[in-house]
């Protein structure tokens, strides 16, 4: 059973997953909105079992770690990885990223593409015709934004939704992720990191080409928040050496909800690494 860490990160308490021997190339693995490091719950095991060390941290204000002083905003988070890094020693990483995570990850790894030895990215995208989806946009508009969230105090309703978006999503699962809206303040996280976000951030990261080691992309067919046409676009356009797969039947959570898909397909990905390194 995986269990959670705590560390104090600029007085900040900061919990995260660290599995595997120290000595093994770390994977760092960042989650999206309104989720936690539980999100790979069933990847962890897969990473570490292929010889690799899973390093999974729940973002500020999300799971068990405290929230930035300031506000959560884009900028802040690509600080915190930074910081995050530093601490643990982190040189050369593999990365794993969904939803946030990936928009954040992806930012993050077009300023030092020479730190990245390889990635795998799921349901997110960092392409200016991406259009924010209905949620996203009332969380993004002032005083909407405010009303819409604070229905999620009702964590009942809450669960039921997600349970039926994420058919099969574990309980604890579910708990963890709710954590981010548990309280006013604790909400405000996800409307100040959707409010940081425009265009104008995201045009001078359109060159994830510089990044030349393998990718794989993994997207749920029907996944409601982020069209799967943006992983083809992806390859085609950035990452031409990515393996692309598209999940049938599965929604945005794919790595809860059809965790058994996902896991071959990452054995593979860092199988096949460990053999073109060991040649």
Not at 64 to 88: A, C, G, H, P, V
Request: charged share 25%.
């Amino acid at each position: 059973m995986i269990k959670k860490q705590t560390m104090e990160l600029n007085e900040q308490k900061i919990s995260y997953f660290d599995e595997g021997s120290k000595d093994r190339p770390p994977v760092l693995m960042l989650h999206g909105v309104p989720e936690s490091s539980m999100l790979w719950k069933h990847i962890i095991p897969e990473v570490v079992s292929s010889g690799f060390r899973a390093i999974a941290p729940d973002l500020p204000g999300f799971g068990q770690s405290d929230q930035f002083k300031t506000k959560s905003t884009w900028e802040n988070y690509l600080i915190f990885i930074n910081n995050f890094m530093r601490k643990l020693q982190l040189g050369e990483i593999h990365l794993i990223v969904h939803d946030w995570g990936g928009l954040i990850g992806l930012r993050w790894a077009c300023d030092q593409p020479e730190k990245i030895s390889s990635l795998v990215i799921s349901d997110s995208s960092l392409d200016p015709e991406y259009k924010w989806h209905p949620m996203a946009r009332k969380w993004r508009t002032p005083g909407e934004g405010e009303k819409v969230i604070e229905k999620t105090r009702n964590k009942a309703s809450w669960i039921k939704n997600m349970e039926s978006e994420a058919p099969g999503i574990d309980e604890d699962v579910l708990e963890d992720f709710y954590c981010v809206f548990q309280t006013e303040q604790s909400r405000n996280v996800i409307l100040d990191l959707y409010r940081s976000a425009n265009h104008k951030l995201v045009e001078p990261y359109l060159n994830l080409s510089k990044i030349k080691m393998p990718v794989t992309i993994l997207w749920g067919e029907k996944d409601p928040y982020v069209d799967y046409e943006f992983a083809y676009k992806m390859q085609e356009q950035q990452l031409s050496q990515a393996n692309v797969h598209i999940f049938p039947n599965a929604g945005h959570f794919i790595h809860v909800e059809v965790p058994e898909k996902i896991k071959p397909i990452i054995s593979d990905h860092f199988n096949s690494i460990m053999v073109n390194h060991s040649r």
